[in-house]
């Protein structure tokens, strides 16, 4: 029986440990495969958001964005604009002495506006004109030469299909450079070949998206049909320091831009950090100013890298930034150029999933372990600095610019000690229900809200401890069962052990057993109680007194019920629980035990109703009175055995029965040979009185 308990347990016990394991792992595959969709896509580039806003680029790398704004549309005219309107401010940007152009338009469509586009227009229709068309002004001709009168990149858009065709940038490979994680398209979408002259390079206008839509990258280099094109802001670094090649290191993955060396990853697309509004705002230039020559307008310009673009809406240049509101594409473009001007450039390594995911499945370990081993405050805190350690670690890891997820890993492992905290809470509510169980007809209430609130504390499986153990039977019980109807019989004992039991449990007694007439309590046990032999002594004293009355009622006279005889002694016992797997039995074995029984036994022997062992007198220190040495059957030595003095008995009397036992003692007496009266009369002939009245 007890073989198949320890199985019980131990599958218990397995099937909790089964549980945190499914735990984990479903914990693990919920938040991997969540890593790879798109809504945890987003959540990651939110948290990076978060993550780099800290970032902050210095004023010498800031462009300056001149804007063709609602108040230029007003001054000018609505969009879009003739090529001379815009070539008269592309004309007074150069003449400020800006250092370079970036043009965030494209200008892919042929003029239609100026007089000679009017009149190229009328003389295809078949309408004589008086004068030679070309003698007249060229909206695109003035523009191109705007465009020549400085460094200038005009962009260009990444089309599906093959399409016009512009110079590449001088670009040169160390090595060999495998671009299948570059963005690929078909073509380019090119500005006008009037106009492709007077351009210093060529960058990319083209924004990718993110899956929510939001632009959080800009390419630095991309692959149109068959040549390579640079982004808008790498471009125009390359023109303001002079034109030189750009080498690109595939090995490192990075590219030179002059001085600058901008790394671009797999992908070829940089990062952008998130820029506030009101950073924006002041790099801005507003394009009526300019074409009034507005001063300070103008000295800004001198010698600046410039952007030229808008934020009307009318012009269709507005992205969703990171942060959800819309952004002029040309300030993403300058957002760009700062960055790679101050070496910013937040990088996700290839493998960071991987990490991410491993370090999911650790951390969901690491909450399964602090379910299973560590207590809800103690799991909590270790759980708690693990979250911290990751989500500074990532948040570190970002100041330096590079990413790594500080939100799943982290939820992986609080979120698996969460769930196998309530999985082993149910379990131990369970064991705490079936302690309680077990406990709550044989122990005091306290006692037992102490053990369910802490079941653990209670050893079951086994454990050494010294105990007091207290038996009880009643006087000429078998003879009274013979005489009585049964169901007096049963009625009565019912009631009597209501009252021994309820007198037990008062003096924190747990009730081991009651078996016939006898009742077994146990002290210091499930559960520590101090000074357990005098509570022992004081409940077999109560137990005399409450037994004694209850030998008063009418019903037990009737039945004549004999006095109860108690015994006690203290010592080293096994405790734990014994029995069938259906039944917990809670009870304890050792010598003291035994013993104990047999000085219950030793009253009627004695003619005494409390006998007090060895082990629970030397536990009192306290004055005892002394009933002699004797051979008690099982015990290979005599045993010392007491009793409690009579109230009545001065200490002079006290002192002749310490000397009468003494002397009696000297042979010790063969204890189951006695009879009460042999006893007295060996005691008395010991003394000058007989003390028999006093037992």
Not at 301 to 316: C, I, M, Q, R, T
Not at 605 to 623: C, K, N, R, S, Y
Not at 644 to 664: C, I, P
Request: net charge neutral.
């Amino acid at each position: 029986m007890k073989v198949w308990r320890r199985i019980g347990r131990a599958r218990g016990r397995a099937a909790t440990e089964a549980g945190l394991v499914a735990i984990a792992a479903l914990v693990t595959l919920l938040l991997v495969a969540f890593s790879g969709t798109d809504a945890g896509s987003t959540l990651r580039e939110r948290t990076f958001d978060t993550l780099t806003a800290t970032v902050t680029l210095p004023p010498e790398a800031q462009p300056v964005v001149v804007d063709i704004d609602r108040a230029a549309l007003a001054r000018v005219g609505r969009w879009p604009w003739g090529r001379a309107d815009l070539a008269a401010l592309v004309e007074a940007i150069a003449a400020a002495g800006a250092g370079a152009l970036a043009v965030d338009i494209l200008l892919d469509e042929p003029d239609d506006r100026s007089p000679a586009a009017l009149a190229r227009r009328l003389a295809a229709a078949g309408v004589p004109l008086p004068v030679d068309a070309a003698s007249l002004e060229d909206g695109d001709q003035r523009l191109a030469a705007a465009f020549a009168s400085l460094p200038t990149v005009l962009g260009v858009g990444l089309a599906p299909q093959e399409g016009e065709s512009v110079r590449p940038p001088p670009v040169i490979v160390r090595g060999t450079f495998v671009a299948d994680g570059l963005w690929v398209t078909g073509g380019i979408a090119g500005p006008i070949p009037a106009l492709k002259a007077s351009a210093a390079g060529f960058g990319a206008l083209s924004l990718p998206g993110s899956v929510d839509g939001s632009v959080r990258r800009v390419p630095l280099l991309a692959i149109a049909g068959r040549q390579p094109v640079t982004g808008l802001a790498v471009e125009l670094h390359r023109v303001v320091r002079g034109g030189p090649p750009i080498l690109i290191d595939p090995a490192a993955r990075v590219m030179q831009v002059g001085e600058r060396t901008v790394a671009m990853g797999t992908s070829g697309l940089m990062r952008l950090v998130p820029v506030a509004r009101a950073a924006r705002q002041a790099r801005h230039v507003d394009a009526a100013a300019v074409l009034d020559g507005d001063p300070a307008a103008l000295a800004r310009l001198a010698g600046a890298a410039v952007f030229l673009g808008s934020s009307a809406p009318e012009l269709g240049g507005l992205r969703t930034g990171a942060d959800g509101t819309l952004v002029p594409s040309v300030d993403l473009q300058a957002d760009a150029y700062a960055q790679i001007g101050a070496g910013a450039y937040p990088l996700r390594a290839d493998a960071a999933l991987t990490v991410e995911r491993v370090a999911i499945a650790l951390g969901a370990v690491l909450g399964l372990l602090a379910a299973r081993f560590l207590t809800p405050a103690s799991g909590t805190v270790a759980v708690g600095i693990a979250v911290v350690m990751w989500a500074a670690g990532a948040a570190s890891a970002s100041a330096y610019l590079h990413l790594f997820d500080p939100i799943l890993p982290a939820a992986g492992t609080a979120l698996t000690f969460a769930l196998g905290s309530l999985l082993v809470a149910a379990r131990a509510r369970r064991q705490a229900r079936r302690v309680q169980a077990a406990f709550e007809q044989h122990l005091s209430p306290a006692v037992v809200r102490r053990i369910a609130a802490s079941p653990d504390a209670v050893r079951l499986k086994g454990e050494a401890r010294v105990v007091t153990a207290l038996f009880t039977d009643i006087e000429g019980f078998s003879s009274m069962t013979a005489a009585a109807e049964p169901e007096a019989l049963i009625g009565l004992l019912d009631a009597y052990y209501d009252v021994i039991t309820n007198v037990a449990v008062a003096h924190e007694g747990m009730v081991a057993k009651l078996i016939g007439d006898s009742m077994n309590a146990l002290f210091n046990v499930p559960v520590d109680l101090a000074d357990h032999p005098r509570r022992a002594l004081e409940c077999a004293v109560a137990l005399a007194e409450a037994s004694a009355r209850f030998e008063a009622t009418p019903e037990a006279r009737a039945l004549g019920l004999g006095r109860t005889r108690i015994g006690l002694d203290t010592g080293r016992a096994i405790v734990g629980d014994v029995g069938g797997s259906r039944k917990l039995d809670y009870t304890a074995h050792g010598a003291a035990v035994n013993a104990a029984s047999r000085f219950e036994q030793a009253n009627k022997f004695l003619g005494t109703q409390i006998v007090i062992g060895p082990g629970t007198a030397a536990a009192l220190e306290m004055d005892l009175r002394p009933l002699g040495r004797f051979v008690v059957r099982g015990f290979p030595e005599p045993l010392a055995l007491f009793t409690l003095w009579d109230d009545a008995m001065g200490e002079a009397e006290k002192e002749t029965v310490r000397r009468a036992v003494a002397a009696l003692s000297a042979e010790p007496l063969v204890l189951d040979d006695l009879k009460p009266a042999r006893y007295a009369a060996l005691l008395a002939a010991q003394g000058d009185r007989s003390p028999a009245d006093a037992l």
